[in-house]
Each structure stands twice: as structure tokens, then as C-alpha cells.
């Protein structure tokens, strides 16, 4: 644990880069029928690919952070807000895992696999309507459970700077050089 109070680069990196990934997996699966129909299946496989990556990082970073622990919540962090924080990670975490795992049925149940450019993995599954659609609407929900979850992560992360002025949010920002 570092004395500045802040999270390991490695740890900063992690929660940056899952949350870039989120993002451009939210934004391809909003806008999929936007593109030109000869395009459906690169923003499709490009999307899942992303949450495979957002599925995967997740795993690495609860991984590293079960051998490093976070550095402590300022002193005048009160109880309760220390306890709603947890939960409101654990759930973020959870949803980080579980939209992807979600996810990756309903393309294989859909009757599509991936794609990795070098190599591609065939869905073992017919298309089975059945089975993705409603897959497709939990994995949908799901999706805008994390949306929603990561906006009041930002939020909360807001308020602490400019309302508490408590250094919660810097405890987490790539580059402070000097502060």
C-alpha cells in the first residue's frame, strides 16, 4: 500500500482501462443497428471481443487486488458511507463479470462465434430464439444496471472532490505529478 493514500499504477490502470472498455462496449451495443447492414457482424463480434476484454480484466484486476490491498478512505469518511461504497463495488465488480458472462450465450446461442482476426472460435450452438432472446434482454439489463451503477460511481467520485474537497478522487486519477 502506498503512503500518499492513492491505489497502485497497476490497480489505476486496471480500473481505467475497464472502464474505457465498458464504455465502447455500451456505445457499439446502442448503436449496432445505426451502422450499415455490412457492418453488423464486425460491430457484433468487435463488441463481444470487448466485453471478453472487459471480462477478462475484471478477473486480472480482482486478482491483483486480492494481494494488494486498497489504501484506507480518508479518516472523515463516515461509517455508513464506508459500508454503501462496498456495496456499491461489489456490485460493480459483479456486474463487471457478470454482463460479459451473460453476454457470451447469447452470441453463441444466436449462432455466432468470434473472431479473433488470427483465429476464430464457432458457436457449438444452432440459433435458438428461445434461448438468446431472453438472454439478450437480461444481458441488455444487465448493461444498463453497470451504466447506471458506473454513473453514480462518477458521481459519488464528483462529490467527494468538489462538494467534500476530501482527496477521495485523486486516489485514483492516473497522473498527479507534484500533488
Known amino acids: 500500500m502506498r503512503a500518499d493514500g492513492r491505489y497502485d499504477t497497476v490497480a489505476i490502470i486496471f480500473h481505467w482501462a475497464i472502464a474505457f472498455l ?34 477478462i480484466l475484471s478477473f486480472a484486476r480482482l486478482g491483483w487486488r486480492l494481494f494488494h490491498i486498497p489504501p484506507e478512505l480518508p479518516p472523515n469518511i463516515g461509517r455508513i458511507t464506508k459500508r454503501v461504497s462496498s456495496a456499491f463495488h461489489v456490485a460493480l465488480y459483479g456486474l463487471m463479470i457478470l454482463v460479459p458472462l ?15 482476426g488470427l483465429f476464430e472460435i464457432a458457436s457449438p450452438f444452432n440459433r ?3 434461448i438468446y432472446r431472453p438472454l439478450t434482454t437480461l444481458h441488455e439489463f ?23 474537497r476530501d482527496g477521495v478522487l485523486r486516489r485514483m486519477l492516473p497522473i498527479l505529478r507534484g500533488q
Not at 27 to 52: E, M, Q, R
Not at 102 to 116: E, V
Open 102 to 116: 451473460i453476454g457470451i450465450p447469447t452470441l453463441l446461442f444466436r449462432g455466432r462465434g468470434l473472431d479473433f
Open 22 to 55: 465498458i464504455l465502447v462496449a455500451f456505445g457499439l451495443g446502442l448503436t449496432v443497428d445505426d451502422f450499415p447492414k455490412t457492418w453488423s457482424n464486425t460491430v457484433v463480434n468487435l463488441h463481444a471481443l470487448i466485453g471478453l476484454g472487459v471480462l
Open 142 to 164: 444487465a448493461a444498463y444496471a453497470l451504466i447506471g451503477l458506473a454513473a453514480g460511481h462518477v458521481l459519488a467520485a464528483l462529490y467527494h472532490q468538489f462538494v467534500r
Open 128 to 130: 435458438t430464439p428461445e
